[in-house]
């Protein structure tokens, strides 16, 4: 079956480094992913979408990379804050459409 | 603008008891709403989606049911909760005016669901 697969265990990093969060798939090739934050007890926000044939996508501080040939995205968030600590989930829409299906995400701690 | 409207956002129901979470959405016409559920740790799971009035597909058979009773309004419904139901339910909604591949969520600020 089609799956998004994230990290579960916490990334722990200093203020200031660069976070980088994993994202892959299996059995199917999404026509783009997207990467959102989510806030304790809070809906998830939308952050970023990349497409297949685009390798690399910037907004800010953040880059989100597609690498079709390791069926992977990455997502880095560079000079990190405390403010960034979330979880951060990546999603694709499945071979369908209309269904957007979620990692389970990762928790970023971005430590002073 | 848009905005998204889901309540309550916290609840605390018996097992047994019958279930009614509502979520509106204003500034578009013709989106499409999502339910998810958020159990503890773990991902977020589709329950149901609609792209059109009284238009409900169902991702996860069980005791709860959907219904989109208005172009903006979505309704989560149970008839006996269960405790297996708790979790963090989320409402969501998209446009396709765009291109498909444009398409992202918006989603609302959730309800916290017990069931004990």
């Known amino acids: 079956s089609q799956k998004i697969e994230q990290n579960s265990e916490a990334l722990n990093i200093q203020e200031g480094k660069t976070a980088t969060l994993t994202c892959n798939y299996t059995?199917?090739?999404?026509?783009?992913l997207q990467w959102y934050r989510q806030d304790p007890g809070r809906g998830p926000v939308f952050l970023l979408l990349?497409?297949?044939?685009?390798k690399e996508k910037r907004k800010e501080r953040l880059k989100v990379t597609f690498d079709t040939t390791l069926k992977q995205s990455l997502f880095h968030i560079t000079a990190s804050q405390p403010a960034d600590s979330a979880t951060y989930l990546c999603?694709?829409?499945?071979?369908?459409?209309?269904?957007?299906?979620f990692g389970t995400g990762t928790r970023l701690l971005v430590s002073p | 603008s848009q905005t998204i409207h889901q309540w309550p956002a916290t609840l605390v129901q018996p097992v047994g008891s019958p279930l009614s979470l509502e979520c509106t959405v204003e500034?578009?016409?013709?989106?499409?709403l999502y339910w998810y559920r958020q159990a503890a740790g773990r991902g977020l799971q589709l329950l149901f989606y609609?792209?059109?009035?009284?238009?409900i597909s169902s991702e996860v058979p069980q005791n709860l049911s959907a219904s989109r009773p208005q172009d903006r309004q979505f309704i989560l419904s149970s008839k006996k909760l269960l405790l297996s139901d708790s979790g963090f339910y989320l409402c969501?909604?998209?446009?396709?005016?765009?291109?498909?591949?444009?398409?992202?969520?918006?989603f609302g600020s959730g309800t916290q669901l017990s069931v004990l």
């Open positions: 969501a909604w998209s446009d396709l005016w765009g291109e498909p591949t444009n398409e992202k969520l918006f």
């Open positions: 059995n199917y090739s999404p026509a783009y």
């Open positions: 990349i497409r297949e044939n685009e």
């Open positions: 999603a694709s829409h499945t071979t369908g459409f209309q269904k957007l299906v």
């Open positions: 500034g578009t016409s013709n989106p499409n």
């Open positions: 609609s792209v059109g009035i009284g238009q």
